[in-house]
Each structure stands twice: as C-alpha cells, then as structure tokens.
C-alpha cells in the first residue's frame, strides 16, 4: 500500500518558521516529483513547490516569495518544507503530493493538481496571533 505520511504541522505566529516533512512508504518515487500543496478553507488546492526527480525545484513564487525551502531525499523517500517568515495568509491544510512525472522544473504540468497520482492526508498549519 503506498503512502504519503505528512508531518510538522501546527499553530505559530506571524514571522516565525515551521518545518514540514514528508515520507513515502510502499514503493519509491526516486525516479518521479515530490510536492506540496496547499488549500484554505474555501479554496482549491494550490500548488507550493515541488522537487523533480533530477533535483530541480521550483515553486509558486507569488505566494512563496522566496519564504519556502524544499530539499528530497531521494535514498530516503522523504520530502521537506522548511517555511520562513510566515503569514496569516500561509494558514491551510498542507498536502504532499508524489509523481511518477519526469517533469523538468521549467515544465508547468507539476502545478496542476490533477497531474498528481498520489497524496497524503494533509497537515495543518495555522499561523496566528
């Protein structure tokens, strides 16, 4: 059974940092992406960042702003998403999401959320005074 177990979640204040993780069991994705998403209350699922299977990143600058940092281990399986200064606008549900996709960075199909086979269930994150 393949799964995506996210964890790190919780509550913190504006301008402080939290670090995600991410890691599949089941079978590997060391040869496809690894990214997250995000969704608000009221809103879809919006794509953050991914990390390919060659080690490209890329991310959704507008509403990253240079903040998130994501590293793989690809050995491990295993995804992180270091998130810095953080705003109230940053709350919603985090979800990993894994691919067997060779996307290149530059490619635009990794920000759409229908191009991703497997998913995790999600972790929280609220940011709050």
């Known amino acids: 059974q393949v799964q995506l177990v996210e964890s790190g979640g919780g509550l913190v204040q504006p301008g402080d940092s939290l670090s995600l993780s991410c890691a599949a069991s089941?079978?590997?994705?060391?040869?496809?992406?690894m990214g997250w998403f995000r969704q608000a209350p009221g809103e879809g699922r919006k794509f953050v960042g991914v990390?390919?299977?060659?080690?490209?990143?890329?991310y959704d600058d507008e509403s990253v702003k240079g903040r998130f940092i994501l590293t793989r281990d690809i050995r491990k399986d295993t995804m992180h998403l270091v998130m810095r200064r953080l705003e109230p606008e940053d709350t919603a549900v985090y979800y990993c999401?894994?691919?067997?996709?060779?996307?290149?960075?530059?490619?635009?199909?990794?920000?759409?959320?229908?191009?991703?086979?497997?998913w995790g269930q999600g972790t929280q994150v609220t940011v709050s005074s």
């Open positions: 999401a894994a691919s067997d996709g060779k996307w290149l960075s530059s490619s635009p199909n990794y920000r759409e959320s229908s191009n991703w086979g497997y």
């Open positions: 089941g079978r590997s994705f060391s040869g496809g992406a």
């Open positions: 990390v390919t299977w060659s080690g490209g990143t890329a």
